[in-house]
Nanobody, 115 residues
Framework: QVQLVESGGGLVQPGGSLRLSCAAS????????MYWYRQAPGKERELVAR????????HYVDSVKGRFTISRDNTKNTLYLQMNSLKPDDTAVYYC????????WGQGTQVTVSS
């Protein structure tokens, strides 16, 4: 019954933009800290961004600072990741993660940055 469903991934050229969405259901979204992770081929899963319960505090891995923006809409139970100035090294499967009373993961969405 609990679901985290990512969408918005796809193929984009270097320098382009994408916005990922994560739709949550089956739990109290507004009481969970939310995260975006990514995993590139042959690499470990990496924490990309974090956002506090109310959305007032955010953190990013150094490699995406200034390019990515994490946000959330608690009225829509949705998490977002705006990705600008994309680079080939951003190519990965991106995962939505919720941490609170329990921990939940989405299925992932593929982002490919290539010319």
């Amino acid at each position: 019954q609990v679901q985290l469903v990512e969408s918005g991934g796809g193929l984009v050229q270097p320098g382009g933009s994408l916005r990922l969405s994560c739709a949550a259901s089956g739990f109290t979204f507004s009481t969970y800290v939310m995260y975006w992770y990514r995993q590139a081929p042959g690499k470990e899963r990496e924490l990309v961004a974090r956002i506090s319960i109310g959305g007032g505090s955010t953190h990013y891995v150094d490699s995406v600072k200034g390019r990515f923006t994490i946000s959330r809409d608690n009225t829509k139970n949705t998490l977002y990741l705006q990705m600008n100035s994309l680079k080939p090294d951003d190519t990965a499967v991106y995962y939505c993660n919720a941490r609170g009373s329990y921990e939940y993961w989405g299925q992932g969405t593929q982002v490919t940055v290539s010319s």
